[in-house]
């Protein structure tokens, strides 16, 4: 079973530091886990995840049980040996492709039928399944199955079905769970869904807050699906104020900077994102005075890494942004070379966020963070107003900051 110990806490916010023990070693928390939806980080090889420091990635389970499939992951002995992959590793439940392939879905009771995109066989993924075949890619942490819905959809009344269908999932999830043999080495995570109705949220909060003892942690699910930031943060922090104090809270599909350090704040655990590397594959790279689109002509003649400080082998061995400028989207060593830029600062962030809390000092990290990464630009209104309520005021003692409606950081 993991063993989860909170270490320290910040004394404004609800941001902690905790050490999450699972069977492939120790992941320190808040972290960030790197998205390698068919067991690899597209550009990189598992040698080279684990040479930046990364201890916990993830693996999504519906993409895998149709390629390779379970079968061939049985033989090779699970998705860490598939893969080469010593550290840990979470596995998505597949419950997010009820959305983002909704047009090949159809939701029943029993579970998720699905018209596979690659060969049109229909497979009908239920709760127990999903179960399964997480067991058999062997994740340190496994996922429920939930009903998930677009957050932008209007119709409260499949909102409410899908959270209610959630706990009912997680109910089966765990029986098939603890009937398998598995709970000493792979940990379930419920997964909170409501949508965007706060009085839903509770209820499923309540509901599976219940189930405690039967999981190793609980996700906040459902958002990042283009509903308003305002509306966005006060889900979270709802869940994160709610959620047990002696479990990891993971908040799914999260991966902007000033998200990411928000939900630290909140109180959230655990994020993970495919933003840092696709946008790498679209020639931007992420830094701590905003993203760095090095498409842009004017970085032709900028002899300068990425970021000088920067620790990664990238910005270490002075690739410069000209250099970036010449291939970048051109040639496959560019990707490469800014999806590792990216990841290291993904981790740098939260890193820091790590040191601050033990240090004392978050929320000065998060003056200092959101006044280098907005800089000219302005600070999101929905970040000042989420930091305000964990008693942060970015704004105090300043007059010269300005602030705009916007969602996140200008790219250069």
Known sequence: MAKFEVLAKCHTTRARVSRLTLSHGITPLPTFMPVATQAAIKGLTAQQMESLGVTLILNNTYHLNLRPGVQILGEAGGAHKFQGWHKNLLTDSGGFQLVSLSKFTKITEQGALFESPFTGE????????????????????????????????????????????????????????????????????????????????????????????????????????????????????????????????????????????????????????????????????????????????????DFEPIDPDCPCPTCSAGTSRAMLYHVITRETAAAHAVTMHNIVFQARVMGGARDAILNGTFPDYLRTFFANYFADFGYPQWCVNALRSVGVDLLEGDSKIKVNKGTGAKWE
């Open 122 to 301: 229909p497979t009908m993924l239920t709760p127990e399944e999903s179960m399964s075949i997480q067991h058999a890619i062997g994740g340190d942490i496994i996922m429920q199955l939930d009903d998930v819905v677009s957050s932008m959809t209007p119709d409260r009344a499949r909102v409410e079905e899908a959270m209610e269908r959630s706990v009912r999932w997680l109910d089966r999830c765990i029986t098939y769970h603890n009937n398998s043999g598995k709970q000493t080495t792979q940990n379930l995570f419920a997964i909170v869904q409501g949508g965007l109705d706060s009085e839903l949220r509770d209820r499923c909060l309540t509901q599976m807050i219940e189930r405690k003892n039967d999981v190793a942690g609980f996700a906040i699910g459902g958002l990042s699906g283009g509903e308003e930031k305002d509306v966005f943060w006060r889900i979270v922090k709802q869940c994160a104020e709610r959620l047990p104090d002696d479990r990891p809270r993971y908040c799914m599909g999260i991966g902007f900077a000033e998200d990411l350090l928000v939900c630290v704040a909140l109180g959230v655990d655990m994020a993970d994102c495919v933003f840092p590397t696709r946008t790498a594959r679209f020639g931007v790279a992420l830094t701590h005075r905003g993203p760095v689109n090095l498409r842009l002509a004017k970085y032709a003649y």
